[in-house]
Nanobody
Framework: VQLQASGGGLVQAGGSLRLSCRASGRTDNDIAVAWFRQAPGKERAFVAAFRWPLNRGYYSDSVKGRSTISRDSAKNTVYLQMNSLTPEDTAVYYC??????????????????WGQGTQVTVSS
């Protein structure tokens, strides 16, 4: 599986962004696609995950209620729509995938495939 992330940028506080993660290769298994983010000086942290066959999203507390993870099966793409952005959302966002869903989907170490990061900067 190869992943290509896009959609980052500079946005004012209160604004929105939609990140995209396009997957190529086999995506017909019980694939898990997730977003993590890493702010300067901090560890990579879980943001959201998507269980492909079930079309179901899971969220960290930090984005729950203001973010939606979804897919476009025809484009093999997972989207992360983030609203009500704050400066605390500033980070490099990475998409990741693994071939099998896992209960510890929020664990950065279980993902086998990573896309390049996309920078999200939220100005106050």
């Amino acid at each position: 599986v190869q992943l290509q992330a896009s959609g980052g940028g500079l946005v004012q506080a209160g604004g929105s962004l939609r990140l995209s993660c396009r997957a190529s290769g086999r995506t017909d298994n019980d694939i898990a696609v997730a977003w993590f983010r890493q702010a300067p000086g901090k560890e990579r942290a879980f943001v959201a995950a998507f269980r492909w066959p079930l079309n179901r999203g899971y969220y960290s507390d930090s984005v729950k209620g203001r973010s939606t993870i979804s897919r476009d099966s025809a484009k093999n793409t997972v989207y992360l729509q983030m609203n009500s952005l704050t400066p605390e959302d500033t980070a490099v966002y990475y998409c990741a995938a693994r071939a099998r869903w896992a209960l510890n989907y929020n664990n950065v170490q279980i993902y086998d495939y990573w896309g390049q990061g996309t920078q999200v900067t939220v100005s106050s």
